[in-house]
């Protein structure tokens, strides 16, 4: 073979190259090996310590929320209520201080969790809690608790919600981190503890019959009424058979009737007690300074007039006629209704229907207290002033509705299909509120639980409402120098003026808005400086709403004996109101 001259040199030319270029390329991929491998492992350092920090809050959780211990705060309740009840009797009290008592419940679970936050920190001077060899994790102490000297323990609020709870919030960190490296990683948490509504679970049971009475108690006369006319000053049986004769019980008489009364004459009773077991007719009654005791039901027409009277109806008042009820306490056990067109009116008294209050025509209520079990309905318009109405279920008012300077709590809906004017009102409503026409709300405070559906132009002026579900209008609503919030707005036209709107969905087609500001959680319809978005913490501190009422006083006889009242129950299901973990934050 013959080779060509330099053709061995080229050939280990091309062999040292190849070399190089092989030995390169094998460095560079040891480099990025070597790389990736550093990487990962900073990684699972990070990761790791996150994973301490994880388990920093599982531990630190587990032990915050035995601060929440239902023996003991079951106890702590039924001592209080015990508490609260010798106070009514030592200083004459009329009611049980709710708020105070929930108040203390709270602070009890404040101080626990101060407890067992010092003890955390006490064990951690000495040393942290090792989740491995390499790993430990540690509860933060960062903040201090507003009005508790010398105490250092993560950030502890309190906050009255809409439905009457108490809300207690632990914000704190927990720190993840390696033995003797500067690597670690910090997570926040957020334990909610909640405090039930007490008055709402355990008012009420006081161990006394709601239509209690005095009456019952009168003894049976042994003598029988000497004129069947006009009874004056006299302590008497009347016979049954003679009630068509009656027409006046006067000074200061007792008349015990042991049947119906069956009468048609007027009659006229002053400063007397008259007793009966049914009324199954009658005529006018006008009753002055008198007791005045039917033990089953009262039907009758011709108007009846009570005047700084007491008037106890065990069963179901029917009045064909009106009504003039001043000044007086009255007790109905069953329903309660009248006839009459006109002039029909309850001023200054205090009265309680056991089930349902039923109005067929115009109505005027001023200065009274009322209680109402069942539902209550105005078909020809009411107007409550100065008043304190509780309805346990739905009022219904097909003609409008007027209130001022009052207090409504309606447990169910509030149907208004002619529309209602409110000034300086505080309502609460459990359900819903619909009104088809205008509604007109001026210097008022109003709490819906589920949704408000207007259907004609209206407006707020003045006013303080929150919705729980839905405020829902295809019209034009004005809202001036007032604060509103609501889960989802969804209204054709909406006109702001000094004033804040709250929704977390806002959905408005047509927006007005001079010198205020609308707040928002998921989705707005519009924007622009003073349409902001808030995250679902801040939107609850910026809209909050809180509404508390007083109940309506209650009736009572002038003859009923005082009865030592007996603590209520304890009896509330703490398990479902145990504390949660809220809130995580990487």
């Known amino acids: 073979m013959v080779y060509q001259k330099n053709e061995k040199g080229y050939a280990l030319i091309i062999v040292l190259f190849a070399i190089v270029f092989i030995t390169i390329i094998t460095a560079v991929f040891m480099r990025g090996a070597l790389n990736n491998a550093a990487q990962e492992k900073t990684m699972d350092n990070n990761n790791l310590a996150i994973v301490a920090a994880e388990s920093g809050i599982d531990y630190y959780s587990f032990e915050l929320k035995k601060a929440y211990d239902e023996k003991e705060l079951n106890s702590l309740l039924t001592n209080l209520l015990k508490n609260a009840v010798q106070d009514m009797i030592d200083k004459k009290k009329t009611s049980i201080d709710y708020n105070e008592i929930q108040e203390k419940l709270a602070d009890r679970v404040i101080d626990n969790l101060i407890d067992i936050i010092r003890r955390i920190d006490l064990k951690q001077q000495n040393n942290t809690y090792d989740m491995s060899d390499d790993y430990e994790h540690i509860l933060l102490i960062e903040s201090t608790v507003p009005g508790r000297e010398n105490v250092i323990t993560p950030l502890i609020s309190e906050q009255n919600l809409e439905n009457g709870q108490t809300k207690i919030t632990l914000t704190g960190k927990a720190l993840g981190k390696q033995k003797n490296v500067d690597n670690q990683k910090d997570l926040a948490f957020v334990l909610a503890f909640y405090i039930p509504n007490i008055e709402l679970l355990v008012d009420g049971n006081l161990d006394e019959d709601d239509n209690s009475n005095g009456f019952d108690d009168i003894l049976i006369p042994k003598d029988i009424c000497k004129n069947t006319v006009k009874i004056e000053n006299e302590n008497c049986l009347f016979l049954t058979n003679k009630t068509s004769d009656l027409e006046y019980i006067t000074k200061k008489s007792l008349v015990y009737l042991n049947g119906d009364y069956s009468g048609w004459k007027s009659v006229k009773i002053e400063d007397s007690t008259f007793r009966m077991a049914n009324m199954t007719s009658g005529s006018y009654f006008d009753i002055r300074d008198s007791n005045f005791y039917v033990k089953g039901n009262l039907s009758k027409h011709g108007n009846t007039k009570l005047q700084d009277s007491t008037t106890y109806i065990g069963g179901n008042f029917a009045e064909s006629g009106s009504i003039d009820f001043q000044k007086s306490n009255i007790t109905i056990g069953g329903m309660f209704g009248y006839q009459s067109s006109q002039n029909n009116k309850i001023q200054d008294s205090v009265m309680k229907v056991g089930l349902d209050f039923n109005s067929p025509n115009l109505v005027t209520i001023q200065g009274t207290h009322l209680t109402v079990g069942g539902m209550m309905k105005f078909n020809s318009g009411g107007i409550l002033e100065y008043s304190n109405l509780k309805i346990g279920e739905e009022l219904n008012a097909p003609s409008k509705l007027y209130t001022k300077n009052s207090q409504l709590a309606i447990g169910r809906y509030l149907q208004l299909n002619s529309g209602a004017d409110f000034q300086d009102t505080k309502m609460i409503i459990g359900s819903y509120l619909n009104s088809p026409q205008v509604l007109d709300i001026k210097k008022s405070e109003i709490s819906i639980g589920d949704y408000l559906q207007i259907n004609t132009p209206s407006k707020f002026r003045g006013a303080n409402i929150s919705i729980g579900g839905k405020f829902g209008s295809p019209v034009k609503i004005e809202i001036q120098d007032s604060s509103l919030r609501t889960s989802v707005a969804d209204i054709g036209a909406l006109n702001l003026q000094n004033s804040k709107f709250c929704a977390e969905t806002f959905k408005v087609r047509d927006l007005n808005m001079q010198n205020s500001k609308i707040y928002y959680v998921n989705s707005s319809s519009h924007t622009g400086k003073d349409i902001i978005k808030l995250s679902k913490q ?40 145990k504390p949660n973990l809220e809130n995580v934050t990487y």
């Not at 909050?544 to 006889?557: G, I, R, S, V, W």
């Open 538 to 577: 801040d939107f609850e501190e910026t809209c909050k709403f809180y509404l508390k009422l007083d109940d309506p006083k209650q009736p009572t006889d002038g003859l009923q004996k005082p009865e030592v009242p007996q603590a209520p129950d304890a009896d509330i299901k703490w398990e479902d109101y």
